[in-house]
């Protein structure tokens, strides 16, 4: 449940299924039509909530724009947390292939999330306290990936193991994300389209993690 600036959390737990009721709808809102678009008229449409009900709980647009982000940025965190807990297939996988692998559900599951991804990106842009918020949340997943790949640790021929892992993270992060945010209209002319992107940067962080630096 989102506990963002300018919400005020509910007591009852009526008022919380309220909450998530608007959060929920918030979200299908802010991700079909960006921050523009996002009209809290709309949002009580989908809720079946009152006006008074939302300003009751949030000050004014930016308040539940952020609170939805921020809902949106725990459910993406939570999913990230489970793709990456241990398990015993990550276990039987070689380093190079867990690699590989760790990157592509990244990519996967920025795809499948792809609506959301753009419109928190682009109002990230001009809006610092949900760039801040949004910041965060991809720094605990890039604590979930790293954890993950640091169980390979040995097999890294690197001085500062962690910080080669997050070098990976972040290489992959920001392919996927500019990616899914601005598309083929902002690629430079014979820049990688998505199908290369998801079978290159792989093998670009296998490369980065087992190879030898210098």
């Known amino acids: 449940m989102a506990t963002s600036p300018g919400l005020r959390p509910p007591r009852q737990a009526r008022s919380h299924l309220t909450l998530q009721r608007i959060l929920d709808a918030g979200r299908a809102v802010f991700a079909e039509n960006g921050y523009d678009g996002f009209t809290i008229a709309e949002v009580c449409r989908r809720s079946g909530v009152s006006a008074g009900a939302v300003y009751t709980r949030f000050r004014d647009k930016d308040a539940l724009v952020l609170a939805v982000h921020d809902h949106a940025m725990a459910g993406l965190l939570d999913e990230v947390r489970a793709m990456f807990a241990p ?10 292939v867990l690699v590989e692998r760790a990157v592509q559900l990244l990519f996967a599951h920025f795809r499948r999330h792809a609506p959301i991804v753009r419109a928190a990106i682009l109002r990230a842009a001009v809006d610092p306290t949900l760039r801040a918020s949004g910041a965060r949340a991809v720094e605990a997943m890039s604590d979930a990936f790293t954890a993950r790949l640091l169980d390979r640790a040995a097999d890294f021929p690197h001085p500062d193991r ?27 002319t014979g820049a990688l389209g998505p199908d290369d992107l998801d079978e290159r940067v792989p093998a670009l962080c296998r490369m980065l993690l087992l190879t030898p630096p210098g």
């Open 87 to 96: 398990a015993r297939e990550w276990d039987e996988l070689p380093t190079a």
């Open 162 to 188: 962690a910080a080669a892992v997050r070098s990976a993270f972040a290489m992959s992060f920001e392919a996927v994300s500019w990616d899914v945010a601005f598309g083929a209209e902002f690629r430079a």
